[in-house]
Structure formats: structure tokens, C-alpha cells
């Protein structure tokens, strides 16, 4: 039983490069989702993976609906990202997040372009979230 259901379970895969991400929405014609996280600093980000970002519902939603991207900013030694990716992150960051935002979540279309944004964690819960995505 247990096969079945983890067979059947949505896969969801955070990215770390926004170029591919762009070259897989356009090829699947979804929307992207860039999600600027401090993952072993900041309170509200780690609130917002663990209450909508790694929800089942969610990742169903995601798997179908979305191309997404993580661009972490962890300030941990043990933590540290390589000194590529935390170049990609920056800038990622200049470009979508120059205010420095965290948690900040960016939706755009396949193309790179803006759709909407959330600053902080979403107050409308992961029901809410995933209809403001869907508008």
C-alpha cells in the first residue's frame, strides 16, 4: 500500500537556477514561483515552507500548475551555499527582490514577468494562497 501511495504523490522540484526555470515554463506553459527565503534565519520564512510551501496541497497544486524556484539566503556556516549559487541568488534578488524581502514570494508568467507578489508570510493560509496564484 505504501508503494502505491508514493507513486502516487505529486513531485514537486525547487530549482536554484531561474534560467531553467524559464526554459521549463516555457516548455510546459506554466507560471513561475520565486520564493526568497532566509531558511536558518528568518522565523516567517521557515513558518511559510513548513505551513503552505511543503503542504500536500500545495505540492499537488505545484506539480501541475507552476515552475518553482528557491532562492535561499541562509547565513549558517553549515549552511552555506556555493559562492555560483549565491551569485545566482543575488542576482535573482536584484532583479525580482531588491528591497532585500524575506519571506517574499514572486509569482510571474513563463517569460519572467511579474504577475503578482507577496510580501511576508500570506496571511490568507495555504487555501487562500493557492487561489490568488490561480486568479
Known amino acids: 500500500m505504501f508503494l502505491i501511495c508514493f507513486f502516487l504523490s505529486p513531485t514537486v522540484n525547487w530549482l536554484d537556477n531561474f534560467d531553467d526555470a524559464v526554459k521549463q515554463a516555457g516548455e510546459s506553459h506554466k507560471s513561475i514561483l520565486i520564493n526568497f527565503s532566509g531558511s536558518d534565519w528568518c522565523g516567517p520564512c521557515i513558518r511559510l515552507r513548513k505551513e503552505i510551501l511543503e503542504t500536500e496541497a500545495f505540492e499537488k497544486y505545484a506539480a501541475q ?71
Open 65 to 135: 500548475q507552476l515552475v518553482l524556484v528557491r532562492a535561499d539566503f541562509p547565513r549558517q556556516k553549515k549552511n552555506k551555499l556555493s559562492s555560483k549559487q549565491t551569485q545566482v541568488n543575488e542576482a535573482l534578488a536584484e532583479r525580482y527582490n531588491p528591497d532585500g524581502k524575506f519571506p517574499f514570494t514572486v509569482l510571474t508568467d513563463e517569460k519572467g514577468k511579474v504577475i503578482r507578489t507577496w510580501d511576508g508570510f500570506p496571511k490568507v493560509g495555504i487555501e487562500g494562497f493557492i487561489q490568488e496564484i490561480a486568479k
